[in-house]
């Protein structure tokens, strides 16, 4: 390999100096960071915080979803805030089993300035969302086999994107849209230094020489953090630790300063320490940039941090849709009772043991029969039978909330108030 490092050879000299200086940046950037023996005392204080501020005591719990706190409403679709506005959007694949149903028939609206979060377990949806919305998905050959087949429409500022020509969709990516992927190491190519890569990206969108794109790179890895960004632009992704790739990811992501930002699991395989640098980080750029931002996880601690709205997913379909304060202090899907179940609680004693989900996610090629969480609610026999045949439809549930399931939202908020909420 030719450049100022080969793929194997060992880290700088200066390696444990320059992550020494990137601990001391992490808290003097992240007030509210730590390190060491006292990031788990701040975390444990944080989500204390968080719980309290999610769970009212018990006497506030039976107040109305009106007399919750208020926060700017969800743009109709088709609504003028609305900057990426997706409706009834599929996303099928055939194979040799059968057609997978990855996604169908989503739809929701993003606006400026805020945050979306889409959570639920592995295989409901997701990732296969967010790279449809960036076209990233290979399509049927000419004679219609193999690849995705997506149906439904994905506007963006006001421009329809499926059935978009390549040509006009790769003139978008990494310029009006861009992604933060799961994996950086593996997103990021092994054979070309850091710094090529963010200027690739800028080069491609920016009449520059490739001397203002370099630079343009360097001064992106400095302003999301990374240490004499002058000397470490020409270093390759495995010289980086962890949390650096996932900077310097951020950093080719909003290189060309996107409108639309989709993080699919930014803070996988990080240490705690550096996902709330991450997360402050990530925050503070939407701020400047006034990005419409996408954050796609299962770790509903990183959507309680950053989204304004939650959508959680399952089998390809949206089940509970809403402002993230009412989705966390008033759920109504069972689903969603279940990921709440599964969190720990820092604020109390361990009394019990975490109750898990029963059951696997079900195949998305042979779908359950009705509600397809039906197999694995515990509530499914007080519906009379409607979870297993018919298909309950994403209801509004009033304050912007939006539930898919048969039961009543009255028996649904006292099933929580009084079996669910004492347990969480």
Not at 85 to 104: C, I, M, P, S, Y
Not at 175 to 199: C, E, N, R
Not at 231 to 238: A, F, G, L, N
Not at 310 to 318: D, E, L, P, Q, S
Request: net charge negative; proline share 7%; glycine share 8%.
């Amino acid at each position: 390999m030719t450049g100022r490092h080969s793929r194997h050879d060992p880290p700088p000299d200066d390696f444990e100096y320059e992550y020494e200086e990137l601990t001391e940046r992490g808290e003097r950037t992240v007030s509210r960071g730590a390190t060491g023996r006292h990031a788990a005392t701040q975390s444990a204080a944080a989500q204390q915080t968080l719980v309290e501020d999610y769970y009212p005591p018990s006497d506030s719990i039976s107040q109305s979803p009106s007399a919750m706190p208020s926060s700017p409403s969800l743009s109709a679709p088709g609504g003028a805030n609305a900057f990426l506005d997706v409706r009834d959007l599929r996303v099928h694949f055939q194979t040799e089993d059968g057609l997978v149903k990855a996604v169908d028939g989503v739809s929701f609206q993003v606006e400026r300035g805020r945050t979306l979060g889409i959570v639920g377990e592995s295989g409901s949806g997701k990732s296969v969302t967010s790279l449809s919305l960036l076209g990233l998905h290979q399509l049927p050959d000419k004679r219609g086999r193999g690849g995705a087949r997506i149906s439904g429409e994905i506007w963006l500022d006001g421009e329809e994107l499926v059935g978009a020509s390549e040509a006009r969709l790769e003139s978008l990516r990494g310029d009006k849209m861009a992604m933060i992927f799961q994996d950086p190491l593996s997103a990021m190519h092994p054979y070309y230094t850091v710094g090529d890569q963010i200027a690739e990206a800028y080069l491609v969108h920016n009449k520059v020489s490739k001397a203002a794109a370099r630079e343009r790179a360097i001064d992106m890895l400095d302003r999301v953090g990374i240490p004499q960004p002058k000397s470490r632009v020409d270093d390759y992704p495995h010289q980086f630790s962890g949390g650096m790739r996932q900077r310097a990811m951020i950093a080719m992501s909003l290189v060309c300063n996107p409108q639309l930002l989709i993080a699919d699991e930014p803070t996988t395989a990080l240490d705690v320490t550096v996902q709330a640098q991450i997360l402050d980080l990530m925050r503070d750029l939407q701020r400047e940039f006034n990005s419409a931002l996408i954050v796609i996880t299962h770790d509903l601690g990183v959507v309680a941090e950053l989204a304004d709205d939650i959508m959680v997913m399952y089998a390809g379909k949206a089940v509970e849709y809403g402002p993230a304060r009412t989705v966390f202090s008033a759920p109504e899907h069972p689903y969603a009772w279940g990921l709440l179940g599964s969190m720990p609680r820092l604020d109390r004693a361990v009394q019990a043991r975490l109750l898990p989900i029963p059951g696997n996610p079900p195949s998305l090629i042979n779908v359950p029969s009705g509600c397809a969480f039906h197999p694995r609610c515990a509530f499914a026999d007080l519906a009379g039978g409607l979870c297993v045949g018919d298909v309950p439809e994403l209801a509004d549930a009033g304050h912007r909330h939006q539930v898919r399931c048969h039961l009543p939202s009255a028996k649904r908020q006292q099933i929580f108030t009084e079996e669910i909420r004492p347990h969480l």
